[in-house]
């Protein structure tokens, strides 16, 4: 197995990186992938910024080695408008030429004559091998074309060294180093929508060409079977499958889904395609069935809230990885790991990438799983979890409750929660209108077909409230006592973590409340401490994105406008933050981050200096609580007045369609990986806590909540997260988007100071003022 890449540490400010005097360029090769656009935007906005010339390379490879009018110097508005859409606006294309020594030839000499020096390669593993051979060719290039008359001296001195970054564009996410890669998430939006589409049909096998997306789309959509190359089933899975099809149809379900991946295989080394799939139904069931092969309708649309933000987020990162290259600094790639953008030497990430693609052509299964990383190991043994039915044990009863405001992915998280707590032995108990119908004997089983479907509805088919339990504790001991409750799952918002904690501060005074419990995030609002990201949050930015491209669309023909949106979040700033960054507005009003009437005017006179000099339309955000005074009213009124004759203002609250619609598949995946890990936990608790015949225990960790922290799944005890906790503003006392702001204003023209920390995270350090006129 290979060795993980090693992480170049860095910590510089911005302003000792100039890039005065140097020449960069930016191309997409490959295949196609949802959020190149917005990488391409982010590196000639980000070189623009540091004072850099940049430059567009038309038609990928094929474009360096042709030249001419293939590589030209782009703007700052050359790049407006770019992030909402699909592909990639400056062409890919695959060149034979450039395979060969002569055509890396003439694409070296294209390139000196502009005095391109630096060159930022969005593509596959292909493309990115391809550009560090260039590299590594470099020298010897110039040295040919020095012989051949074709350049100067001073032109090959001048030029002397070639600096590489990548960043990984491709929907197939089949790369190592990096958790997602630019495309992947867009396109399992595209394979969601369209499962959700045909949802009303009768059974349904799909074909889909990329494993991660098979597996991850099976998980987003509750999928009845599915067909990975590393998962070859076992002898009898053609009877095995059709059991549990006439199974689902017995429990009154009428759909099911079979994900089939391309290359899928039994283990014999058979194919498994989608067409055996439906001849074995059809022939063994006679149930009525149809074949959907999804191609490239997975490449296609626009790119998700995700992919906007990883993107911009890798193409400021290749920027600086650029300005701090050196003639010893290896070729690296800008991966994501867990919430941070990171640099890896981009050879032992190609490396590792083809043990992979080794590992299974000699069919080494196990060993291509874990090659993968923890990632692609943990969605397939969450998988497995729950595609296997065990017999009812009934060792421990579990209860399951919503608790705080409807975020959309609590029902897959529910239904996950509730099939692996039957497959660990446990009976299931759901409990109706969170806190208050747990007071009020609310309480029922629910059972494994109970919960079928519900993994792409929205909201919470449980029912949800805001109640606290701290004046019904009595009541809810009783209940416990009654129904002879063994553990709680509470998922919810900042109410079931204050809920949780005021339980876990009752057992003293309530036996009954002496059992495990565990939190589970899910708040569109990500406000909860020791957790960076909550499920139904994607959700909710992702509507907000969509709102946002539609409402500037609305002014595609008029003259000059600026809107002021509204966004929800309490008075956490993350859905306008990050909602801001990925529909690329020009300011975004939070509460964390104080402004006052001389900051509104400046952002006001910034705007206006943009309107009349490149752009047509302006998006400014504002979180609801981000200041009493400083209302959207009066921000609509102060950019109407300021803005006269140079553009109009419209306002939109967006409301609480920001809680609604079908969920994304990330928080359909984040909900279903993280509310079975709980369940995991509590099985494991229950039986360290049973003791004479009884479930005990008053231990703090025993009353946890389970959080994402960077990369990795954590459980914290609730009482050990209060100094974490702004309970006034019911906010967590650090909060890591927060950094992503500097990197949004830059975006949008401001100027402004950060620090890239060791990790490759931009840490905000000085409170920003626009960028001169």
């Known amino acids: 197995m290979a060795a993980a890449p090693k992480r170049q540490d860095t910590r510089k400010f911005i302003e000792n990186l100039s890039g005065a005097g140097k020449s960069i360029a930016v191309l997409t090769s490959g295949g196609d992938a949802q959020g190149m656009n917005a990488a391409v935007r982010a590196v000639v906005r980000m070189g623009i910024y540091v004072e850099a010339k940049v430059y567009f390379i038309h038609e990928g490879y094929q474009g360096m080695v042709d030249g001419g009018d293939n590589i030209k110097e782009a703007t700052w508005e050359s790049v407006s408008s770019m992030l909402q859409v699909g592909g990639t606006v400056i062409g890919s294309a695959r060149c034979k030429e450039f395979r060969g020594r002569e055509g890396r030839l003439k694409a070296a000499h294209n390139l000196v004559q502009r005095g391109i020096t630096n060159l930022c390669v969005i593509g596959g593993d292909g493309s990115l091998t391809g550009a560090n051979l260039f590299r590594e060719e470099w020298s010897g290039l110039l040295e040919e074309l020095l012989q051949q008359g074709l350049i100067d001296e001073e032109a090959a001195r001048s030029n002397s060294e070639l600096h590489i970054v990548g960043m990984v564009g491709s929907i197939d996410n089949d790369f190592c180093g990096t958790d997602m890669t630019i495309g992947t998430d867009s396109a399992l939006h595209r394979i969601i929508e369209v499962v959700d589409a045909i949802m009303t049909t009768a059974q349904s096998p799909l074909g889909f060409h990329c ?9 987003a959509c509750g999928a009845d079977w599915v067909f990975i190359p590393e998962m070859p089933p076992k002898d009898g899975w053609e009877d095995s499958m059709c059991q549990k099809l006439s199974e689902n149809r017995a429990d009154k379900k009428r759909l099911n889904i079979i994900i089939v991946a391309e290359g899928a295989i039994d283990s014999h080394n058979k194919a498994i395609t989608p067409d055996y799939i439906k001849d074995l139904v059809v022939r063994c069931l006679g149930f009525d069935t149809r074949v959907t092969i999804l191609g490239h309708v997975q490449r296609g649309g626009t790119p998700s809230a995700f992919d906007r933000v990883l993107a911009s987020r890798m193409g400021v990162e290749a920027v600086l990885a650029l300005l701090e290259a050196s003639a010893t600094t290896p070729a690296c790639v800008v991966s994501l790991v867990g919430n941070q953008a990171v640099r890896l030497p981009l050879m032992e990430c190609v490396q590792m990438t083809q043990e992979v693609q080794k590992a299974m052509d000699e ?32 060792s421990f009863n579990v209860a399951v409750l919503n608790v705080g405001a409807p975020a959309a992915g609590m029902n897959a998280a529910v239904r996950a929660a509730v099939r692996v707590g039957i497959t660990e032995g446990h009976k299931m108990f759901a409990v109706s209108d969170g806190f208050e119908g747990f007071y009020k004997g609310e309480i029922k089983e629910i059972k494994w077909g109970d919960v079928g479907g519900w993994t792409g509805q929205g909201g919470s088919l449980l029912g949800t409230k805001r109640t606290l339990p701290g004046k019904h504790l009595d009541k809810i001991a009783e209940q416990i006592k009654i129904h002879n409750i063994n553990a709680l799952l509470v998922i919810g918002g900042f109410e079931a973590y204050v809920g949780l904690l005021e339980l876990s501060a009752a057992r003293g005074q309530y036996s009954e409340l002496c059992v495990p419990m565990v939190m589970v995030p899910a708040t569109v609002s990500n406000n909860i401490p020791g957790s960076d990201l909550s499920i139904g949050s994607d959700t909710a930015l992702n509507a907000i994105t969509d709102t946002c491209d539609r409402i500037k669309q609305s002014a595609s023909g008029t003259k000059r406008r600026v809107f002021i949106i509204e966004t929800m979040g309490g008075y956490c700033g993350y859905l306008a933050s990050v909602g801001g960054l990925a529909a690329g507005a020009d300011t975004v009003y939070i509460y964390e981050e104080p402004f006052d009437i001389r900051d509104l005017q400046a ?51 967006l409301g609480h369609m920001q809680q609604g619609g079908a969920p994304s598949p990330f928080d359909r995946n984040f909900g279903t990986k993280i509310a079975a890990k709980a369940i995991q936990w509590i099985t494991k608790t229950l039986k360290e806590s049973y003791k004479g015949g009884r479930v005990f225990t008053n231990s703090e960790d025993t009353a946890c909540l389970l959080g994402m922290r960077r990369r990795a799944l954590v459980f914290q005890p609730v009482s050990q997260l209060r100094d974490e906790t702004d309970f006034v503003h019911r906010i967590p006392k650090e909060q890591w988007w927060l950094k992503l702001r500097p990197l949004m204003k830059i975006l949008a023209k401001y100027k402004t100071s950060y620090d890239v920390s060791d990790s490759g995270q931009l840490e905000h350090v000085t409170r920003v003022r626009p960028r001169e006129a």
């Open 603 to 653: 952002n006001v006179e910034h705007l206006t200096q943009k309107m009349k000099t490149s752009i047509q339309r302006g998006l400014v955000l504002r979180n609801e609580n981000s200041n009493e005074n400083f209302t959207t009213d009066f921000i609509y009124q102060l950019y109407t007045e300021e803005g006269k004759g140079v553009f109009d203002c419209r306002k939109n609250i």
């Open 211 to 219: 494993l991660y997306l098979a597996l991850v789309s099976a998980l």
């Open 363 to 394: 069919k080494k299964f196990e060993e291509a799983v874990r090659l993968r990383g923890s990632s692609f190991e943990n969605n397939l043994s969450t998988y497995r979890l729950l595609s296997n039915r065990k017999a009812d044990s009934d």
